[in-house]
């Protein structure tokens, strides 16, 4: 059962959730960059890369048993600010796309830089399977 956590008074964030309370078995996902199964990007924007990063995300989901509804935390890495900003419809929509309406608990920073160059966001994971 997951609980999400919305202290009373608070506004509700768009996009994500101020914490999520569950219990059960914990699988944690590295940070996915935009490439695929290849190592190749199919995209070179930040949106598509979004995309073929959280597609990435759910392979690994499906590793493990666990479903985008088990994801409790995410950490997203971008390397500009205002262009994560002015995608975020067409970010919205990959999100919604792949992993659904559910709000984990998210962080995003901007970062200098990846290591992979092309890479333009990163996104770590960490999802409960319930008991």
Known sequence: MTTLLQPPGW??????SNGVKVRGQMVFIAGMIG??????????DLAGQVRQALLNVRAVLDEAGAK????????WYV?????????????????R?????FNAA???VEVKALIEDQ??????????IPD
């Open 11 to 16: 506004a509700r964030p768009k996009g994500y």
């Open 35 to 44: 490439w695929d199964a290849d190592g190749k990007f199919p995209s070179a």
């Open 68 to 75: 985008p509804e088990h994801i409790v935390r995410m950490t």
């Open 79 to 95: 390397t500009d600010k205002q262009d994560y900003l002015a995608q975020g419809r067409a970010i919205g929509a990959a999100y």
């Open 97 to 101: 796309e792949v992993i659904g309406s």
């Open 106 to 108: 998210m962080t995003a």
């Open 119 to 128: 890479a333009k966001v990163e996104i770590e994971v960490t999802a409960v």
